[in-house]
């Protein structure tokens, strides 16, 4: 039987999808569940509850490790690489440091059945498009986009000279639990909560397409278990919704209530796009999926997950 294989266990979206995952009878395919993540940012963890079941292995490691993919990937594994560097409003990222090569040349040494890759739709760059599609310009204007351009290209190349079977998803703006506390909504709620100011880059005006992080580990789950042919083709990945940046902040205001929280502005970021929504027509029609948490729900079960924690 094969692994599920899952860089970056430990992040925002890893822990959301290792929740999601875990006691899914689909995932019985897998004898183990092999989760790999140097837990090096802030709270970092993985839950007790997963750790716990007898199929977990978990190795605090960079999956850039040498030697790593050798000794813990081998022939029809299913990778799922949410490894990234921390890139957030209050520390972007600046350099990459690590080997793509080398670690897509370790995959393919080890056969591996597929691998999904989560990129972002911020490669698109500046925009103004009402529907960003697959075949749009890339053209990333901050590092985190280059370097996630950069890795695509490298996923690209090692699928047309070695057939590594590889998929790329690219999502939206991501919300919901459990996220880097440096990003917009887990600031502007954890804020909101304290009775303190929020702070908006630029003003306010730029529009984004928000998705639920649940729906987001719904299509990984697609994107990991389909048999479709599937393999060297990218997929947006958002709900063909949004809402601007101020208007998200207003709501998470609103649902607070405390009369003390105010708005902020400041200098706007050198390279953020105004724009960003797709409707993701070819992943829905692909993997049988469509995005189910509209924007005032999730960002509601959100708000009380953070309200929750923070009573706690």
Not at 287 to 292: I, L, T, Y
Request: net charge negative.
């Amino acid at each position: 039987m094969p692994n599920l294989i899952v860089p970056g266990a430990g992040g925002f979206i890893g822990v959301n999808l290792l929740r999601r995952i875990m006691f899914d009878r689909q995932f019985d395919r897998f004898e183990r569940f092999v989760l790999i993540d140097p837990l090096s940012y802030g709270t970092q963890t993985i839950p007790q509850e997963v750790l716990a079941d007898s199929r977990v292995r978990f190795e605090r490691a960079s999956i850039y490790t040498p030697g790593l993919v050798a000794d813990l990937v081998g022939p029809g594994d299913v990778v799922i690489h949410l490894a990234a560097e921390i890139n957030t409003a209050d520390s972007p990222q600046m350099g990459v440091a690590d080997d793509p090569v080398g670690y897509l040349r370790a995959l393919t040494d080890a056969r591996i059945g597929r691998l999904l890759f989560v990129s972002t739709a911020d490669v698109y760059g500046i925009n103004d498009s009402d529907d960003l599609t697959e075949t749009d310009p890339v053209h990333p204007t901050t590092l985190y986009a280059a370097a996630k351009a950069a890795f695509e290209a490298y996923l690209s190349a090692f699928h047309a000279r070695d057939g590594l079977p590889v998929v790329v998803l690219r999502p939206v703006t991501i919300y919901g639990p459990h996220q880097q506390p440096g990003w917009l909504v887990p600031v502007a709620i954890t804020r909101a909560l304290a009775g303190e100011s929020i702070a908006i880059y630029g003003d306010g005006t730029a529009r984004r397409d928000w998705i639920h992080v649940y729906d987001m580990c719904e299509v990984l789950v697609r994107g990991a278990l389909t048999e479709a042919e599937v393999h060297g083709q990218v997929f947006n990945v958002g709900t063909g919704t949004e809402e601007t940046v101020a208007a998200l902040v207003h709501r998470i205001i609103d649902s607070v209530a405390d009369p003390r929280v105010v708005v902020e502005y400041t200098a706007a970021r050198p390279g953020d796009p105004p724009r960003q929504i797709t409707s993701a027509s070819k992943a829905r029609h692909a993997f049988g999926w469509s995005p189910s948490r509209t924007l005032s729900a999730g960002l509601e079960h959100t708000i009380d997950a953070y309200r929750r924690a923070h009573t706690g």
